[in-house]
Nanobody, 120 residues
């Protein structure tokens, strides 16, 4: 069973910040690039940030300069620091391993996600 546990979402005003966490197993964390996806109501799930096993990062244009992906190798955890949040960032956020450095998602089994709601 794939272990992907997201946390840290919440309700925040526009311009605010949140930090999301994704805990996973050592086997998944150590051998894969990891990514943060989001899915807004009525929209497809999209990849917004990725980090390789070596620590290289990449971002969707919509979040570049505002979001930062990082990881803690000791804790098998990936983070997404989200600053200058906008109402359009409202979505359920998920993490998953990636095929390659920029998706697609490797596992068809997803975690429960964490809801981020940004009020205007």
């Amino acid at each position: 069973q794939v272990q992907l546990v997201e946390s840290g979402g919440g309700l925040v005003q526009a311009g605010g910040s949140l930090r999301l966490s994704c805990a996973t197993s050592r086997s998944i964390f150590s051998s894969n690039a990891m990514g943060w996806f989001r899915q807004a109501p009525g929209k497809q799930r999209e990849l917004v940030a990725a980090i390789t096993s070596g620590g290289s990062t990449k971002y969707a244009d919509s979040v570049k300069g505002r979001f930062t992906i990082s990881k803690d190798n000791a804790k098998n955890t990936v983070y997404l620091q989200m600053n200058s949040l906008k109402p359009e960032d409202t979505a359920v956020y998920f993490c998953n391993a990636l095929w390659g450095g920029w998706g697609p998602a490797k596992f068809g089994s997803w975690g429960q996600g964490t809801q981020v709601t940004v009020s205007s």
